[in-house]
């Protein structure tokens, strides 16, 4: 091969595109080592400076190899090494190196820039996501400077390269953040840029692009979980102060978000949360009436309540949770028969009495395994039943007795 050919070859090395991976790094490093072989045995005036060129163009791709290696350190060290070199020869070569400005200037823009993404990701190895955040940054600046020097001498195969490196950088940035802060904006800025880099040609984004959609999805699910449990404290608050209006818009919000999560990932503990609500919704539903002396209503509210539970443990596969449930079915029931009972007392009703005495046994039997269960709310609903019962069974026992006499 003559001196002319080997320079062109060379050239060519200079200007091709950039590697994607590290398995096209090693052709490239082979192709200069070949190269190298020959130039050894070659004997022209700028041999020194293609020979000096042809080093920097291996050991670019040697640090290409590590930095696609994941070897942050190694590449990080290489880079730096190879910035230096580049630099000397440049002054020793100052003619040589002018007519070969722009591709060398943009090899040394790309290794700058590979340095401030090394850095930071030494930096996040080592688990300081400040200093990794800020060269990140750093990094997609750089990547920037490549660009526009790409653009002014429209050099569009280089070009895409350093965008897809900027929306890859930009991607990577906002899914640290993202993961960091539990901010689910960042992972979304984080899954547009990796698309779009994905879409420039960057290879094996899928896996990445895939995780962050997962982790957006579980952000979402965490932060609706939070919500749904926060309007159920505020419904079960406002129901212990009787503001039952305002609990039942609680469980009524709450029940809707955990219909929405199970429609965004379907699980049965959100569709039993979702039926949990409601039946909460109906218990306040049928105390607001109670106060309202609209007992009639108020049972069918209960019945509903209990319904509702039912269903539940229906879906429930353990035993445990279904004993759980049981007590509170009870006092839906015993709440039901009650309220009924109070309707036949208003309307004078004899049957009335008999409803309030299997209302009781009914209440004092979920009072009785809400404390086995240590249920302390439940226990005190049963306690006031019980308490607004007997005040009912005392009057009903002298009007009825007095009517029979």
Do not use: W
């Amino acid at each position: 091969m003559s001196d002319e050919n080997v320079v062109v070859h060379i050239k060519q090395i200079l200007t091709q595109k950039y590697c994607l991976s590290a398995d096209e790094t090693v052709e490239s490093a082979s192709l200069c080592d070949s190269l190298g072989e020959t130039l050894v045995s070659l004997d022209f005036p700028e041999k020194d400076f293609y020979v000096r060129l042809l080093q920097h163009l291996r050991q670019f791709y040697n640090s290409e190899f590590m930095f696609f290696s994941n070897r942050a350190n190694k590449a990080l060290t290489s880079y730096q090494k190879l910035q230096t070199a580049i630099l000397e020869s440049q002054t020793q070569f100052p003619d040589l190196y002018s007519q070969l400005q722009y591709d060398i200037d943009r090899l040394v823009l790309r290794i700058d820039a590979r340095i401030q993404e090394t850095r930071a990701q030494v930096a996040e190895t080592e688990k300081d996501m400040v200093q990794a955040d800020v060269l990140y940054v750093e990094t997609i600046n750089r990547y920037n400077n490549e660009l526009t020097t790409e653009q002014s001498n429209n050099d569009y195969d280089h070009y895409f390269d350093s965008l897809s490196n900027i929306f890859y950088t930009t991607g990577y940035l906002y899914r640290l953040r993202g993961k960091n802060s539990n901010d689910s904006s960042n992972l979304y800025q984080a899954l547009r840029n990796l698309k779009k880099a994905k879409f420039l040609g960057r290879p094996k984004l899928q896996s990445v692009i895939e995780k962050t959609h997962d982790d957006i999805v579980l952000l979402t699910l965490e932060k609706l979980e939070q919500q749904a449990e926060t309007l159920f404290a505020q419904g079960l608050e406002k129901s212990e102060a009787e503001q039952f209006n305002s609990a039942k818009t609680s469980y009524q919000k709450s029940a809707q978000l955990y219909h929405s999560l199970n429609n965004i990932r379907q699980s049965v503990e959100y569709e039993l949360q979702e039926q949990i609500q409601f039946s909460s919704y109906y218990e306040a539903t049928a105390k607001n009436l109670m106060i309202q002396d609209n007992n009639e209503q108020a049972a069918l509210q209960f019945s509903y309540a209990s319904q509702t539970l039912q269903k539940v443990l229906q879906k429930i596969p353990s035993e445990s949770l279904k004993e759980n449930f049981g007590p509170q079915i009870s006092y839906f029931k015993a709440m039901q028969l009650f309220c009924q009972a109070v309707t036949e007392y208003d309307e004078m009703i004899p049957e009335a009495i008999e409803h309030f005495k299997e209302a009781q046994q009914e209440l004092e039997a979920a009072k009785s395994k809400a404390e086995e269960l240590r249920n302390l709310p439940l226990i005190k609903n049963c306690v006031d039943a019980l308490n607004k019962l007997n005040s009912y069974q005392e009057i009903a026992g002298l009007m009825f007795h007095s009517d029979a006499s």
